[in-house]
């Protein structure tokens, strides 16, 4: 039975990745319940196992006295005189007890204990695994959906990824093979809750890192990322080496390190951003895909005015204003565009009112001096 006992140990051990001195103290703690719910619950009754053999040990300890009062908690002098010659009275003795006849209740306990220890153990291993991945993306495999939560297997456990953190309008189905980021580990009383999303910013960040080895190295930095999930991502970039582009690292020969983030993300377009620490720069590299021709900053109010050629308006402004908005989250900036012809609109009215308060005052200037000229002088 020790035999059979250690085996089995040993092979939950391998299977569930629980350190063989935790499931050898959730038998013990099992068949000491068991024990003592066999002989009435009482607490002098005591249970080891051998941690090399298995062997079980049961034992009773009883108070040695004149006259036994309570023959569960104590034994007579007399008696343990022909067990224990050398035992006084006042002192106590360990008795051995038959672990073979604890009875199907008894192992029905023990079994339920069991169960319930390993299940801990099991929370507490994942748990441990887990806690420090939190910002790591993870990959799974689909299982089901409930309630609007996906459930993914990620090895030894379940995450949870909520509708609100799937890409808008994504389907996943049963078998989908994706990746998200862990957000979140909590332990409960069941197992850890894991819980994942597609949807964070940094969620892109980590793709980047694992499809460009210039940024887990260190050699390219991301400086921040703006993103509108399922729609388009803004990334910063720059290089801690001059002989490395950073957007060249990131897009990758032909677009294959980007595309496969593309394709992770479904389709979501992603615009590269050299940083740089001049604001006009940086405000129209933000802008991209389109093309900037002009640009007028307010530094104490951290504001901008953008003219883009008329065929590039909406294309700086994006549907919705997404392009525009996003420019505005990476940069810190608030932009404000306006197409060629508005500007060139605007610089005439301006010039020509300029040219308006000019006439005025040449009048005015004129019709002073010409009242001067006909005021009539007085002789003193």
Same mark, same amino acid.
């Given at each position: 039975?020790?035999? /059979?006992?250690?085996?089995?140990?040993?092979?939950?051990?391998?299977?569930? =990745?629980?350190?063989?001195?935790?499931? &050898?103290?959730? &038998?013990?703690?099992?068949?000491?319940?068991?024990?003592?719910?066999?002989?009435?619950?009482?607490?002098?009754?005591?249970?080891?196992?051998?941690?090399? !053999?298995?062997?079980?040990?049961?034992?009773?300890?009883?108070?040695?006295?004149?006259?036994?009062?309570?023959?569960?908690?104590?034994?007579?002098?007399? @008696?343990?005189?022909?067990?224990?010659?050398?035992?006084? /009275?006042?002192?106590?003795?360990d008795l051995p007890l038959d672990v073979h006849d604890f009875g199907r209740i008894a192992a029905q306990t023990a079994k339920q204990v069991i169960f319930q220890k390993v299940r801990e153990a099991e929370r507490d291993v994942i748990y441990a695994e887990f806690k420090d991945k939190v910002g790591q993306v993870v990959s799974g495999t689909v299982m089901r959906k409930?309630?609007?939560?996906?459930?993914?297997?990620?090895?030894?456990?379940?995450?949870?990824?909520?509708?609100?953190?799937?890409?808008?309008?994504? $389907?996943? +189905?049963?078998?989908?093979?994706?990746?998200?980021?862990?957000?979140?580990? #909590?332990?409960?009383?069941?197992?850890?809750?894991?819980?994942?999303?597609?949807?964070?910013?940094?969620?892109?960040?980590?793709?980047?890192?694992?499809?460009?080895?210039?940024?887990?190295?260190?050699?390219?930095?991301?400086?921040?990322?703006?993103?509108?999930?399922?729609?388009?991502?803004?990334?910063?970039?720059?290089?801690?080496?001059?002989?490395? @582009?950073?957007?060249?690292?990131?897009?990758?020969?032909? =677009? !294959?390190?980007?595309?496969?983030?593309?394709?992770?993300?479904?389709?979501?377009?992603?615009?590269? *951003?050299?940083? !740089?620490? @001049?604001?006009?720069? &940086?405000?129209?590299?933000?802008?991209?895909?389109?093309? *900037? /021709?002009?640009?007028?900053?307010?530094?104490?109010?951290?504001?901008?005015?953008?003219?883009? $050629?008329?065929?590039?308006?909406?294309?700086?402004?994006?549907?919705?204003?997404?392009?525009?908005?996003?420019?505005?989250?990476?940069?810190?900036?608030?932009?404000?565009?306006?197409?060629?012809?508005?500007?060139?609109?605007?610089?005439?009215?301006?010039?020509?009112?300029?040219?308006?308060?000019?006439?005025? #005052?040449?009048?005015? +200037?004129?019709?002073? /001096?010409?009242?001067?000229?006909?005021?009539?002088?007085?002789?003193?």
């Amino acid at each position: 039975m020790t035999k /059979e006992l250690c085996q089995g140990i040993d092979q939950m051990s391998r299977e569930k =990745g629980i350190e063989k001195g935790i499931l &050898l103290a959730a &038998l013990e703690a099992a068949l000491l319940s068991a024990a003592r719910k066999r002989y009435g619950g009482r607490t002098n009754v005591h249970l080891t196992i051998d941690p090399k !053999t298995c062997n079980i040990t049961a034992y009773e300890t009883k108070n040695i006295v004149d006259k036994v009062s309570d023959k569960d908690m104590e034994i007579s002098k007399s @008696d343990v005189k022909k067990l224990f010659p050398d035992k006084a /009275e006042a002192e106590s003795v360990d008795l051995p007890l038959d672990v073979h006849d604890f009875g199907r209740i008894a192992a029905q306990t023990a079994k339920q204990v069991i169960f319930q220890k390993v299940r801990e153990a099991e929370r507490d291993v994942i748990y441990a695994e887990f806690k420090d991945k939190v910002g790591q993306v993870v990959s799974g495999t689909v299982m089901r959906k409930e309630k609007n939560n996906y459930y993914i297997n990620i090895g030894k456990t379940e995450a949870i990824l909520s509708q609100s953190e799937a890409l808008p309008g994504e $389907n996943l +189905r049963r078998g989908d093979t994706v990746r998200a980021r862990i957000e979140e580990v #909590k332990i409960s009383t069941k197992e850890p809750v894991i819980l994942v999303s597609r949807t964070n910013p940094s969620f892109v960040g980590e793709l980047f890192k694992m499809e460009v080895p210039e940024i887990s190295e260190g050699l390219v930095v991301i400086k921040d990322i703006v993103r509108e999930p399922g729609d388009r991502t803004k990334i910063a970039v720059y290089s801690t080496n001059a002989s490395i @582009d950073p957007v060249g690292a990131c897009v990758g020969m032909k =677009g !294959t390190r980007v595309q496969s983030i593309v394709r992770e993300l479904r389709g979501e377009r992603i615009d590269i *951003v050299p940083w !740089t620490d @001049d604001p006009r720069m &940086l405000i129209a590299r933000a802008l991209s895909p389109a093309s *900037v /021709e002009r640009i007028g900053i307010n530094e104490e109010s951290k504001t901008a005015m953008v003219v883009v $050629n008329d065929q590039q308006l909406s294309l700086a402004i994006g549907k919705k204003g997404q392009n525009v908005r996003l420019a505005m989250k990476l940069t810190g900036w608030d932009i404000d565009i306006m197409s060629d012809t508005e500007y060139s609109k605007i610089k005439t009215e301006e010039a020509d009112k300029v040219l308006e308060e000019a006439i005025d #005052k040449e009048a005015h +200037r004129r019709s002073a /001096e010409a009242e001067k000229k006909n005021k009539p002088s007085v002789d003193g």
